[in-house]
Nanobody, 121 residues
């Protein structure tokens, strides 16, 4: 019931920048926590960045100082600004949202379709 749509991926040269966007829609009961994950071929999906209204932001060590996660609550949108991109940043990036209905004890995870980011010269 929650749809996440990512955009902004593409091909960029090393050292370049890219900004990813994720728009949420549907039965959104809470927009306090959102995250970005990525998965490279043959590797496990890993957390890149998270943003929470209560916990602030959290980044993977590999992207600290280069990536910035932000959000626009009014538009149900979360962003990932990626600077100083490296070839090892190449992966499919996924938007993630987790929420629980007010009348339920069951938590559900929602994922976007993913957007490809390729860093190459």
């Amino acid at each position: 019931q929650v749809q996440l749509v990512e955009s902004g991926g593409g091909l960029v040269q090393p050292g370049g920048s890219l900004r990813l966007s994720c728009v949420a829609s549907g039965s959104i009961f809470s927009f306090n926590a959102m995250g970005w994950f990525r998965q490279a071929p043959g590797k496990e999906r890993e957390l890149v960045a998270m943003i929470s209204s209560t916990s602030g932001t959290n980044y993977a060590d590999s992207v600290k100082g280069r990536f910035t996660i932000s959000r626009d609550n009014a538009r149900y949108t979360v962003y990932l600004q990626m600077n100083s991109l490296k070839p090892e940043d190449t992966a499919v990036y996924y938007c993630h949202h987790k929420q629980r209905r007010p009348d339920s004890t069951v938590w559900k995870d929602y994922w976007g379709q993913g957007t490809q980011v390729t860093v190459s010269s």
